[in-house]
Structures are given as structure tokens and as C-alpha cells.
């Protein structure tokens, strides 16, 4: 027990210590939980014994997060997915293979064993992408989206080639060395004599018994979720919430790893199915932090795996492999890009995001030494290259942010030429600008749209709204808009640097123009504040006011009080944020700053004051009225 516990207060310290320094650094959380396990396993040496059994557990992480993925797809876009499961996932698969055996039966190894690997290090990190891809929220772009068709294609073929290792042993292999492929059988204690069961059923029955499972699982979801959730949550004690969550997740792993099926595939399948439930966001909210806890375990026992011993004597070797390994699949699923129509930033996000090998090659490595496909030398060097390129994957994301910085910088497609002149700029015309331009055109004003999506000015076009491509933010576009005649410009754009940009020139330019701006929180409008905008919107306060005036209308306020608190929130509101704006330091965190911190505090005080004299000072009226 006490060892037990001196281990996780060892991974737990060392989590809280590196991970929050490597978030800061802006280097990711996946890069910090790597980093805390080489600094206790490799580096200090005082936990790694237990690594293999705490990896097979934390590796349970993974089915937790293709878990809650499954809750934000339905049905309807999965089946959309359809053409890039088959085609784009099963594409990478077999090219990969292909190239990767290829190359290693090029440095000697026979075909058996060079196609072995090859499959194994085919596959990626569902782990680490699909956390990299969360974390930076990029799981919704294009290149996100068909980098998790091709993961979950992944994790379903892993069955195929569980079943076609076997078949490549070599003639003189030994089969009798079981010693280190325990983890491929799921088996253990109590489940032993259902699992042997179900191993010595024919093919057909056990085909049978899968498609069984499969379908009850669709079925339960659908039909017995509902009301089982509604009579737990009838007892009114929290943790049988979490009870039933993971009894959810478990019970379906276990089914799926009885005939042979990947577990993450099951829970992905069940997540999909209650995408749709009353429950969904209840199960999330228990299921994420489970997830989180298990992910970053694993990311951990990654790095206190690694074997340094092999590191140091062979380092151009072990280099050499990975970076030829992450060139090779990179290159792959550049030429992928192609016919799947990816571009720009996707195209990018997709070949290097899934360009490394996956947790799952370790199982598969010791299932391959245990059919004698795979000798104990080279196991050790295919583990070690599936752990360093898994270590450079956050690096990778690193990289990808900075080339799609760049591409974005020289792919600037040259400006529209402005042939026309409008009392009214409008710079950006998203959702925020294109209410406004409505507004203004029908209103009967002349205005001139500058936005540097080409995308959404060919849309605006299509519509009879004529509108102009380039960046607002460039001085020599604004001249040509007429930025020196104009007498209201509006910064809409999304971006709040360029936005800060524009507001700055413009006022440099012209210091008696009028200009509106957009602001995305509070931090946003002290900066356009300072750079000169005569008036400044955040883009979801008006909205929140409105939301905030139903609320008090639903809860007894009549019409006139609700709208006259309303009134009175802005006001006084619009107020404090000039108060404050005269506080505010520029790098300072705003929690930082005791003079802001004590006048806002002040200003909330004020602010309930003023709503309180307002509805005593609206009832009367209204009594009065009727």
C-alpha cells in the first residue's frame, strides 16, 4: 500500500509541476506530461518498474475520449464521414504499409517481418492527436476532421491485423515465447471462462455473437438509455451519475473485447448513438475528467518508457529511424491531401498531425515477438522509434502552427481593385459586419466592404452584395476604400490584432473620423479604446442583455421593470468600462492590477444600486399606469 501510494504521489507531483510550466511555455499539455515522465523515469530514475501494467491501464484513456467524441457526432455526420473512413483511412493504411515494408526489406529484413512493422507503424496516435487537436480546437477544421476518419479507421483495422500476424510467422519461429504479448489477451480472473468460451466458438458463431453485440449496443442506446438513466437519477445522490457513466463505457468495452473488437470502436459507436439523449452533457460532464486523469498518465508512462540505454549507444540509428519513419508517412498523407481535396492549413494539419506511430504499436510489437516475427533486439529499437516519434508529435503541432502562419502570409491572393467610394467603410463582413451593412444599405447609405476571406466575398456576391478582397488591415487598401472622405469606418473584422491595427492607422489618418469598432471581451476594448475608436461593441453583450431581459421576465418581472433594468445595466455598464479603460495596464493580467481590481469591485457595488433604485422607482409608474 504505502509503495502504491509513494508511486502516484511521484506521477501526481510531477505532473502538477511540469505540465502547467509547459502550458505556459505554450508548448502543450501532451508535451508536459512527456516531459514529467522522462524526468521521473529516464532522467531521475525513481518510478519505472510498473510502467508496462500503469500504461495498459491508463491506455483506457483513449476509450474514454473516442467515448465522448462520439457524444458531440450524430448519427448524420457519421454517415457522412463515410467516404473518408473508407477511402482516405484505408488509402493511408495499405500506401503506408506498403511503403514502410518496402523500405525495411531495403535495409535487409525479410518480407515477413519488413510488413509486419510496416502495419504496426502505420498507425497513429489517437491519444496524442486527438488531445492536440481538441486542446487547440481543431478537431472541427477539415484537416481535423479527416485526420479522426482516419484514426478511427485505424482502430478498426487493428483487428485485421491481429488476425493476419499469425499468418506471417516465420517457418523456424519459436512459438512458445508468450512471456511478453500478455496485453493482447484481454483475458484475466473471472472473465477467463466466458472469454475461452467465446474463443472456441466456429467462425460463424462468433461472426454471430460480434454482429450480436454490435447491434444490441446500437439498440440499448437508443431504446434502454433513457429510462435507465431516469430511475438512477430519480435517487438524487450524484455519484450514481458517475456510476452509471462508467458502467456505460465499461460494460461496452468488455463486450467488444470478448469477440475481438477494439473497445474504443465500441465506446465510440455508443457515444454516437446517445448523441441525441437528454443525458449527453450529464455523461460528459462525468466521463472528462476520468479522461483527462487517464490520458495524461499515459502520456507520462510514454516517457518514463523510453530507453535512454539504447538512445546513447545508438542515437544516429534510433534518430535516423524515427525521422525516416515521420518523413515517410508524412509524404504519404501529403500525396493523400490531393485527391481528398485538402488545402493550405488542413493539408498541413493532416500530414504531419498523424505522421507518427501509435500507442497501440506496443501491444502489437510484443504480439509480433510472441509469434517469432519479431526478434527481442529489434522490438526494443520499434519501441523506442514508436516512443520518440510519439515525443515529437507536440513539436510537430508546434510546427504546424508556425508554417501555417507563414503559408497564410505568402498565399495572400492580390487585393480587388476598389473602384468605388462610400460615406461608410465596413472592414470585415462576418456575422457581426453583415448585420451592420444590412442595416446601413437599407437605411440608404452607400458603404464600401473590404474582407480578406475570398470565400465569403464571392458568397456576399451571389446575394447582389458587392463587397471587395483584401486585408483591411494593409493602410494602402483603406486609402483606396477612401478612408480620407469616409465618415464612419467600422472594424469588424474577427481578428482582434488586426482589428487593433486598423483603429491604430485610422486614427493616425484621420483624427476626426468616427470609428465603430468590434471587440471580443473587455481586455479587447481597453486596447481599441487606447488605439483611438470613437465607439466600441462587444459582440455578445447586446445579445447577453436581451438573454439576461427574458430571464427577468420569466421569473415575475413585467415587460416594463425587465426593459428598465436593462437600460439601466447598460448605461452604467458603458460607463464603467471608460472607468476602467483609464486603469488598465497593457501586459498586465487584469487580476494583476490592485487599482483595477478595487474600482471594479467599487463599480459592481454601484451597479446593483442603480438596478435596485431602478425597479423601486419602476413599480410605482407601473402601479400607477394601471
Not at 529516464?42 to 483506457?60: C, M, N, S
Not at 430519480?234 to 475481438?260: K, Q, Y
Not at 421576465?553 to 458603458?574: C, I, L, N, P
Not at 460607463?575 to 487599482?595: F, H, I, S, T, Y
Amino acid at each position: 500500500m504505502e509503495s502504491l501510494l509513494l508511486q502516484a504521489s511521484i506521477y501526481l507531483g510531477a505532473a502538477v509541476l511540469v505540465v502547467p510550466l509547459s502550458v505556459r511555455l505554450g508548448l502543450g499539455s501532451v508535451l508536459g506530461y512527456l516531459a514529467a515522465g522522462i524526468l521521473v523515469g529516464p532522467v531521475l530514475g525513481i518510478v519505472g518498474a510498473e510502467t508496462a501494467d500503469l500504461q495498459h491501464f491508463a491506455e483506457f484513456g483513449v476509450v474514454l475520449m473516442l467515448f465522448l467524441i462520439g457524444l458531440d457526432l450524430e448519427p448524420r455526420a457519421l454517415w457522412d464521414m463515410r467516404h473518408r473512413l473508407i477511402g482516405l483511412g484505408g488509402a493511408q493504411i495499405v500506401l503506408t504499409t506498403g511503403a514502410l515494408a518496402a523500405a525495411l526489406m531495403g535495409m535487409g529484413l525479410v518480407w515477413q517481418t519488413a510488413l509486419t512493422l510496416g502495419l504496426l507503424m502505420s498507425l497513429s496516435s489517437t491519444a496524442i492527436v486527438l488531445q492536440m487537436l481538441t486542446e487547440k480546437s481543431l478537431i472541427r477544421t477539415g484537416g481535423g476532421r479527416s485526420a479522426f476518419s482516419v484514426l478511427l479507421t485505424q482502430d478498426i483495422a487493428i483487428v485485421p491485423m491481429l488476425a493476419l500476424i499469425p499468418l506471417l510467422a516465420l517457418p523456424t519461429a519459436s512459438l512458445t515465447d508468450t512471456g511478453d504479448h500478455g496485453e493482447s489477451n484481454p483475458s484475466n480472473g473471472a472473465a477467463e471462462p466466458l472469454l475461452s468460451l467465446v474463443q472456441s466458438l466456429p467462425g460463424w458463431a462468433a461472426t454471430l455473437l460480434t454482429l450480436a453485440i454490435v447491434a444490441s449496443i446500437i439498440l440499448v442506446g437508443h431504446f434502454l438509455t433513457r429510462p435507465v438513466f431516469r430511475f438512477v437519477h430519480a435517487s438524487r445522490l450524484p455519484e450514481m451519475s458517475t456510476f452509471i457513466s462508467l458502467l456505460t463505457v465499461l460494460g461496452i468495452a468488455f463486450l467488444m473485447m470478448l469477440v475481438g473488437l477494439s473497445p474504443a470502436l465500441g465506446t465510440f459507436l455508443a457515444g454516437v448513438v446517445l448523441a441525441n439523449s437528454e443525458f449527453r452533457h450529464q455523461l460528459e460532464a462525468d466521463i472528462k475528467p476520468l479522461k483527462g486523469l487517464l490520458l495524461g498518465l499515459f502520456f507520462m508512462t510514454v516517457g518514463v518508457g523510453i530507453d535512454t540505454a539504447m538512445l546513447r549507444d545508438q542515437p544516429l540509428t534510433v534518430l535516423g529511424l524515427t525521422l525516416g519513419l515521420i518523413g515517410i508517412k508524412a509524404l504519404i498523407l501529403l500525396a493523400l491531401t490531393v485527391p481528398f481535396r485538402l488545402h493550405g492549413r488542413d493539408r498541413l494539419l493532416f500530414s504531419l498531425g498523424l505522421a507518427q506511430a501509435g500507442e497501440f504499436g506496443f501491444v502489437l510489437v510484443s504480439f509480433a515477438r510472441g509469434q517469432g516475427i519479431v526478434d527481442a533486439p529489434m522490438g526494443q529499437m520499434t519501441l523506442l522509434v514508436i516512443s520518440l516519434s510519439m515525443l515529437l508529435t507536440p513539436l510537430l503541432f508546434l510546427a504546424i502552427a508556425r508554417l501555417s502562419a507563414r503559408i497564410t502570409q505568402k498565399a495572400v491572393q492580390p487585393a480587388d481593385e476598389i473602384d468605388e467610394k462610400g460615406r461608410v467603410i465596413i472592414a470585415g463582413i462576418g456575422r457581426f459586419g453583415q448585420v451592420v451593412n444590412r442595416l446601413v444599405r437599407m437605411s440608404g447609405l452607400k458603404t464600401v466592404v473590404l474582407d480578406a476571406d475570398m470565400a465569403t466575398i464571392e458568397t456576399m456576391r451571389r446575394f447582389g452584395v458587392k463587397g471587395f478582397f483584401g486585408d483591411p488591415s494593409r493602410p494602402e487598401l483603406l486609402a483606396a476604400a477612401g478612408l480620407a472622405e469616409a465618415a464612419v469606418l467600422v472594424v469588424a473584422v474577427d481578428n482582434r490584432e488586426s482589428a487593433i491595427r486598423i483603429v491604430t492607422h485610422a486614427r493616425a489618418a484621420r483624427p476626426d473620423l468616427h470609428i465603430v469598432a468590434r471587440a471580443r471581451d473587455r481586455v479587447h476594448v481597453y486596447e481599441l479604446y487606447q488605439a483611438g475608436a470613437s465607439d466600441i461593441v462587444r459582440e455578445t453583450f447586446d445579445s447577453s442583455i436581451r438573454a439576461g431581459r427574458y430571464v427577468l421576465e420569466s421569473m415575475g418581472f413585467t415587460d416594463y421593470e425587465a426593459a428598465q433594468m436593462s437600460r439601466t445595466y447598460y448605461k452604467v455598464d458603458r460607463a464603467a468600462m471608460r472607468d476602467l479603460a483609464a486603469l488598465w495596464q497593457p501586459g498586465k493580467p487584469v487580476q494583476m492590477n490592485e487599482a483595477y481590481v478595487a474600482r471594479a469591485r467599487q463599480l459592481d457595488r454601484d451597479l446593483e444600486t442603480a438596478l435596485i433604485d431602478e425597479m423601486d422607482q419602476a413599480r410605482p409608474k407601473e402601479t400607477a399606469a394601471e
